[in-house]
Nanobody, 123 residues
Framework: QVQLVESGGGLVQAGGSLRLSCAASGRTFSSYTMGWFRQAPGKEREFVAAISWNGGRAYYADSVKGRFIISRDNAKNTVYLQMNSLKPEDTAVYYC????????????????WGQGTQVTVSS
């Protein structure tokens, strides 16, 4: 069982930056692929980024590639999402998720979810 708690969301102007954190409980955190998803009002939840269990590989949606960076610290049971050059279209609730399998682009690939943190980017 893994419990995930996101933090770091807020209101920022376009072009600004935010850093999201996701703290995980449980001693098996390092065995999970970790991902970030987001859901804007009226839209489906979409993949943002994911990182392998040891941080060796990172994967990004095309819409955030070059602007967002995912990282993890297994000693702290925490995964991060550094978001730079934010745009109004990045406005959404951001969710952290943990996957025990090797697939990572779909919501259904993930076993555990956090409650989400709101990110609002003003123009």
């Amino acid at each position: 069982q893994v419990q995930l708690v996101e933090s770091g969301g807020g209101l920022v102007q376009a072009g600004g930056s935010l850093r999201l954190s996701c703290a995980a409980s449980g001693r098996t955190f390092s065995s999970y692929t970790m991902g970030w998803f987001r859901q804007a009002p009226g839209k489906e939840r979409e993949f943002v980024a994911a990182i392998s269990w040891n941080g060796g590989r990172a994967y990004y949606a095309d819409s955030v590639k070059g602007r967002f960076i995912i990282s993890r610290d297994n000693a702290k049971n925490t995964v991060y999402l550094q978001m730079n050059s934010l745009k109004p279209e990045d406005t959404a609730v951001y969710y952290c998720a943990a996957a025990s399998g090797s697939y990572l682009y779909r919501s259904s690939d993930y076993d555990y979810w956090g409650q989400g943190t709101q990110v609002t980017v003003s123009s």
